[in-house]
């Protein structure tokens, strides 16, 4: 550069090191404002439309992480880190994490599922329940035997086809569709496949 031919050569060095130091100390400082902008804006985007506090939360979680992402890119570039491996680096993480949360989604949401249903309590052990394929269209059928954070563990009635068996099914599926619900360990009075049955007590 021009203006080290100016300085002593003994300065040439601390002015190698000074100038990415301070380069990255502008970026830090340049993050931490846009955050606090940013911060600001959505709070009056919040309050002027009246959003809901947990939409305004996302929002400034949402906004932090990508400043900060995008200064750590920064940061890690000025350092001698390349652009190509960064980007590819962190495409690569993108992919990886939403493979892994796409995978743990339902998973979770049964788990979620499974709070609703020991909280709402919309049946109990040795409740007999059916879940209803499309209105009165029969169904899945049996006696609730167990409930565990992913599934509820049905025991098939003695006169149907599945005479003796268990269905384990997602607690999920419970909140996507109409459930029949019949109280106590008493059975509910049989029928056929085609046609329907008054519950005891839903």
């Known amino acids: 550069m021009r203006y080290q031919h100016r300085l002593p050569v003994w300065l040439h060095d601390w002015i190698d090191l000074f100038l990415p ?3 990255i100390l502008l970026i830090v400082l340049a ?3 846009l955050r606090v902008c940013m911060r600001r ?12 506090a ?9 906004s932090s992480f990508l400043i900060y992402a995008g200064a750590l890119l920064m ?3 000025r350092l ?3 652009g190509t491996v960064l980007w590819t680096a962190f495409t690569g993480f993108a992919a990886v994490a939403a493979v892994a949360f796409f995978a743990a989604w339902s998973v979770l949401s049964n788990i979620f599922c499974t709070m609703l249903i020991l909280t709402t309590r919309p049946f109990r052990l040795y409740d007999h329940v059916e879940l209803l394929e499309n209105g009165e269209k029969p169904g899945l059928r049996g006696q609730v035997v167990d409930i565990n954070l992913i599934y509820t563990t049905l025991r098939e009635s003695d006169d149907g086809d599945g005479a003796g068996t ?3 099914i997602p607690n999920s599926l419970f909140f996507q569709r109409a459930l029949r619900r019949w109280r106590g360990g008493a059975l509910p009075t049989a ?3 085609g046609g329907a049955v008054d519950p005891l007590d839903v």
């Open 21 to 23: 130091v301070a380069q």
């Open 31 to 33: 993050a931490w404002l």
């Open 41 to 52: 804006l959505i709070a009056r985007i919040g309050h002027r439309y009246t959003l809901p």
């Open 54 to 62: 947990e939409a305004v939360v996302g929002a400034r979680r949402v």
């Open 75 to 77: 940061v890690l570039e």
């Open 80 to 82: 001698g880190v390349s």
């Open 166 to 168: 268990s269905l384990q």
């Open 191 to 193: 029928r056929s496949r």
